[in-house]
């Protein structure tokens, strides 16, 4: 245990990468945890492997008549504690590590928050700004139809990601039913509310954000109306995290998209930014304050910074620079491992992402409850509900992290990591 603390708290620069591998990322963390663990040899390797990877080939017919091919990915990390769960998202640039590393995580925020379901994520190669409707509805369809024997309202279970939204879900849930002969709903999350989706399944990540970053708050003795947030990422993650933030009396002072960001030291009004993105997409013209770039916008001077937007967004280079006192990542793997022992050395404490942004998959484990039982659920109990999972949660990964004397990460981890070897070893290795 000494040798991981020694590396927390960082004697030596970290060598800085050029490239991430998010999955090597993952492992970094998931070692620190498993030697904290003492977990044994083959337990390590069982939670470390994924359970399967699929590679799958999509040929689309575009709407020019010429034929392409697109790459499609689904690994099942783990599903120890139920059936897989995790989201799918759409990128020209995503990689099968990457997709790896997104299920792994999804089994921990799971182990983390209780819910019964194992950790997946699913994706596919391709840039949906490039894309019309009809070929990303082709997409969506063919990719269901070629995972029809992983997929599975009790098997494994998709959500929205980066890129795919409540219409991708209902494309999913009807492919999987005509194949299957009758309507499933289970079988996805996060579908329109007309065809049993849940309320509050929208907001639930940016809602979970905002519980967690009120709940550290509090331990650190921080004051929400006196804190200046700063929030990289304005989709569905960041922007709603904003709108809460902003309504429990926070100062949002920065906001970004991808094409860059705005600061105010005297607070953005995130209603009217909410309202003028809804109508032009992006922020470049909202003209509130200075423009920054993105880069810019993590340095800023705050008591609380939100990446919400991608993975690797604080790196060895710019860790040394954050001005903040409290990270809440929104988004999955925003800080590389060789970022964390900088951060941590500054004093500035970390809310990590397979607990912060976990109210999303919470709500998706409602929506697949309230499908499964045909009854749905007032916004109030939902809400209600979340608001006791993320609390609760959020207090045991902190005690956890007081008692190995560790980060709030590393905390999390080890909670997860345990929950699911234990689970493993009362259930035995079948043969
Ligand atoms: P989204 O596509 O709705 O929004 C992404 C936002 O980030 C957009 O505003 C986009 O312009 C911005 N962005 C993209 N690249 C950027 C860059 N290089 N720099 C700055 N901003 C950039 O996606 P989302 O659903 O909000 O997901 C954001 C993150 O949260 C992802 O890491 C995702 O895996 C994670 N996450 C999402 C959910 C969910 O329920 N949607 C749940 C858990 C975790």
Known sequence: MTIEIEKLTYKEPAPIKDIENPFESMMERFNIAAKVLNLEAGVYE???TPVKQVITSIPIQMDDGRIEVFEGYRVIHNDTLGPSKGGIRYAPDV?????????????????????????AKGAVKCDPSKLSRVELEKITRRYTANLMSVFGPDKDIPAPDMNTNEQTMAWIMDTYSMHVQRTETAVVTGK??????????????????????????????MNPLNADVVVQGFGNVGSISAKLLYEQGCRIVGISDVNGGWYNPNGINITKALEYVAEHKTLDEFKVGERITNSELLELKCDVLVPAAKEDQITARNADKLKCRL???GANGPMTADAEPIVFGRGIR?????LANAGGVTVSYFEWVQDKQGYFWSLERVNRRLERAMKS??????????????????????LAIDKVAKTLKLRGIYA
């Open 95 to 119: 990689t099968i590590d990457e997709v790896k590393a997104l299920a792994a995580w999804m089994t921990w925020k799971c182990a983390i928050l209780n819910l019964p379901f194992g950790g």
């Open 350 to 354: 970390t809310v990590p992402d397979i």
């Open 327 to 329: 990270i809440v990542e």
């Open 393 to 414: 949660s959020f207090e045991a990964v902190w005690e956890t992290a007081i008692q190995h004397n560790t980060t709030l990460r590393i905390g999390a981890y080890i």
């Open 46 to 48: 069982y939670l470390k």
């Open 192 to 221: 329109p509310l007309i065809i049993g989706g849940s309320l509050g399944r929208k907001e639930a990540t940016g809602r979970g954000v905002m519980i967690c970053t009120l709940a550290a708050m509090e331990r650190l003795g």
